[in-house]
């Protein structure tokens, strides 16, 4: 292609702009990576800062419970040990807040699924923006698989489509695991138990997919997938109710930034519950009556005793916190 002088002026003088803008984001790129190199260097300087300090702590605590309580101790020098017990605690709890922005080994799960990539997220707005994903993207498969088992309980019945089901069921909580586990590296205070229903229900699902067709898994299906319409309905429930109580209490402070909605009862939920308890009780109960096969008789057993008692006791321990909130006044 031919350029007049004057076109070609033009092209000497954007090839010049852009020469001069490459150079910058050289340079811009440069101070990038440099800047990168402190901040692992100041990673490593923070982690082992914080590794000592603990080792320090441990040795404190130690020595004041020897020395705690004994007759050459002054009652304001038994003042002083128990002040620096409290502070301990506390320290404690800051060190578990600063760790939650530094890069730290994967457990043994997250090892095995990603080897020893980090996924630790160094920004709140990546740490929120990864949990409000995974929000999300629970409540998009809840309604998939309200939408799904209500197909495959009332308009069809093919081995095939149950098995897409099963397939989908076994997937999302293999996901849900991974992303649980994410999240508790990045600072999430999620119960332990609701971690282990995810991995007790992606086993049983996986029992599901594999059980083949006979008059035995005919007798099970209507059951199985009336309990799965149901769970699904409860989900829903629940995470349009939690996700209002988070907002309100973190708009006040009292929740931590990253609690998340769960299958089941946290302390904070109290408020406002009448409605959501009949269900969550009734959804663990009736888990019992599903199943008459071993193994996913076994599975459902541990699902429903977790599930119940840990609802349960979660319930009890806010009422009695209220009933000696309420004496207190």
Not at 220 to 230: A, G
Not at 275 to 302: N, R
């Amino acid at each position: 292609m031919l350029f007049s002088p004057t076109d070609f002026s033009e092209c000497l003088r954007e090839w010049d702009d852009l020469e001069k803008g490459y150079q910058q984001i050289q340079d811009t790129h440069r101070l990038y990576k440099q800047k990168l190199e402190e901040v692992a260097k100041l990673q490593d300087s923070c982690s082992g800062a914080i590794a000592r300090q603990r080792k320090r702590l441990k040795e404190l605590t130690a020595s004041c419970k020897n020395n705690h309580p004994t007759p050459k101790l002054s009652p304001d020098d038994v003042d002083a040990i128990a002040e620096i017990e409290d502070s301990i605690r506390d320290r404690a709890n800051a060190f578990t807040e600063m760790e939650a922005f530094l890069p730290k080994k994967n457990g043994l799960y997250l090892t095995l699924v990603l080897g020893n990539v980090n996924v630790t997220l160094l920004n709140k707005q990546s740490k929120f923006a990864y949990k409000d994903e995974y929000e999300k993207f629970k409540l998009v498969l809840t309604v998939i698989l309200f939408v799904f088992s209500f197909t495959c309980r009332f308009l069809f019945s093919y081995r095939a489509l149950d098995a897409l089901f099963n397939f989908l069921l076994v997937w999302y909580y293999c996901t849900l695991t991974i992303r649980e586990s994410i999240l508790i590296t990045n600072g999430s205070r999620i119960k332990g138990w609701w971690v282990f229903h995810h991995y007790v229900s992606t086993f049983l699902s996986g029992v599901m997919l594999t059980w083949p067709e006979g008059a035995l898994y005919q007798m099970f299906r209507s059951q199985f997938l009336t309990y799965c319409l149901y769970q699904s309905f409860v989900q829903f429930l629940q995470y349009y109710y939690q996700s209002g109580c988070l907002y309100r209490l973190r708009a006040l402070g009292e929740r931590h930034n990253m609690d998340l909605t769960v299958e089941g009862f946290q302390s904070w939920m109290w408020r406002g519950l009448t409605f959501l308890l009949p269900f969550l009780f009734f959804g663990h109960v009736s888990i019992m009556s599903l199943i008459s096969v071993v193994m996913c008789g076994c599975s459902y057993m541990v699902l429903f005793m977790g599930n119940f008692f840990t609802t349960l006791g979660v319930v009890y321990q806010k009422y009695i916190n209220n009933q000696d909130k309420s004496k207190t006044l």
